[in-house]
């Protein structure tokens, strides 16, 4: 059995993110499961490598171990662009020619458009173009992204469940996020493909994340079974909570690892100050004793 901790390096890790990783680290010792440390740098344009040096830095810090070295998004974008591949032979990619601008006005002008978890759903207007006319507008140089097309997905699809170990067993309803982006210009594949295939390929049994990603591992399991990948189970924890009730935020530069350990902070303060940030119903509290 694996779990994992899948930090992106867009800023220096916060208490938060200490939190997340214990989380997946202390399961995967209290289950005699393996940790995986895995760095999500697909998004080159905002990722920078004194980041990842610092995730190592801070993580060791903490006192964790994992298999070294740890897998890197950025080394593996073949990967990311077969399983694209395998989803656009089976139909159900489609070239989106539609700007951002263009998609908030389309969200602004119908009212009762449909909101997912993060913010107005795609409304589709690319879904119905002919193929001739996707074809024309490729050859013109036109930016586009590919987007899962979710209802055709679905249909292709039996009803979906899978299990988180807290919350028992879920239906799929991967429709919540609407078409999402899986590929675009710049960023060739989008963060819920390449969660999925990495998972698979690093044989993680168990998703240890927060729980503002929650919503996510609905469409992750239609991805997982559209890629015919067994299904792993899923971890997710509440989110660590700052004295006003608010989420830590990578820009709060005083709560990062770094940060409260040159404040003079020890590891047993940061675990102190986790215990004291969370909920204090639930398994967690709990699983931070094995720590
Ligand atoms: N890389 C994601 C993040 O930093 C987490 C991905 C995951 O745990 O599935 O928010």
Redesign the pocket.
Known sequence: MTT?????PTGRLHIGHAW?ALFGSVLARTRHDDFLLRI?DIDIGRCRPEYITGIFEDLEWMGMEWPVPARRQSEHFVDYHNALRTLNARGLLYPCFCTRKEIADEAERSITAPHGPEGALYAGSCRGLSKAEQERRIAAGEPYAMRLNVKKAMEMSPVLTWVDIYRGSQKATPEILGDVILSRKGVSAS?HLC?VVDDHIQGVTL????D??FY?SHLHRLLQHLLRFNPPDWAHHPLLLDTEGKRFAKRNDSVTLQHLRNEGKTPHDIIQMIREGLPSNGPWQRLLMHF
């Open positions: 994992r901790f899948a930090p992106s997340s999500e963060y969660v998703v240890t994340r927060g503002d990603l996510a």
